[in-house]
């Protein structure tokens, strides 16, 4: 059984959480009914959270009530200028990593990762046009060339689209290639190159 806690917040880029959503979600129901794989939306109050490009959505738990977590995903979007001053939030996701077997983000997510410590001094991706931004933070290196790249148990993606192929690759190691590629055929999801989780 695996728990993936996925982070929202105000100004979170709605396709960086829902793309690997509907992959762990579409893991979990792939699976044998006796596997109680589990998704659950985060945020820092029960409140509707408004995303960047309008969508709102209802947390299923809040910072203090939410399950024990094997993976956390944090989105990127322009609400991250604003959450990287949240020393809530900053500090729930230096907990809550600390404990998890991954720590993922995806696009500007990395930058939340950086500010809480997680990310320090590892190899990150985010999005093309946040790169040089992060990179003159200091404390981390961007890793500009790849649509995710995994340091330890930090696993970064560059923006939007790309979570999609990070979660794949990331169910990949959680359970086998065979299973990302049964999730990838339902969900039909055809990029280019093809999945490529047996790296």
């Not at 020393?87 to 939340?112: F, I, K, Q, R, Y």
């Amino acid at each position: 059984m695996t728990t993936y806690g996925v982070v929202t917040f105000e100004g979170a880029e709605e396709l960086d959480f829902v793309g690997p959503w509907e992959v762990f979600t579409v893991s979990a129901m792939v699976h044998s009914a006796d596997t109680a794989d589990r998704v659950v939306l985060i945020a820092e109050t029960m409140d509707p959270v408004r995303c960047n490009k309008g969508l709102r959505v209802l947390p299923d738990a809040t910072f203090t009530d939410h399950p024990v977590l094997d993976v956390v995903l944090v989105p990127g979007g322009m609400g991250t200028r604003q959450q990287v001053e949240n020393t809530v939030l900053l500090d729930w996701l230096a907990a809550v990593s600390a404990t998890a077997t991954w720590a993922t983000s995806v696009c500007t997510g990395s930058l939340l990762l950086r500010a809480c410590g997680v990310a320090k001094d590892k190899r990150v991706a985010t999005h093309w046009s946040f790169e040089d931004a992060l990179q003159a933070r200091g404390n981390i290196t961007v890793v500009r060339d790849a649509r995710w790249v995994r340091d330890g148990k930090v696993v970064t993606s560059q923006g939007v689209s790309a979570g999609i192929d990070m979660a794949l690759w990331l169910i990949g190691q959680i359970d086998s290639p065979a299973h990302a590629k049964a999730v990838q055929r339902y969900i039909q999801y055809e990029p280019a190159p093809p999945y490529q989780a047996e790296v």
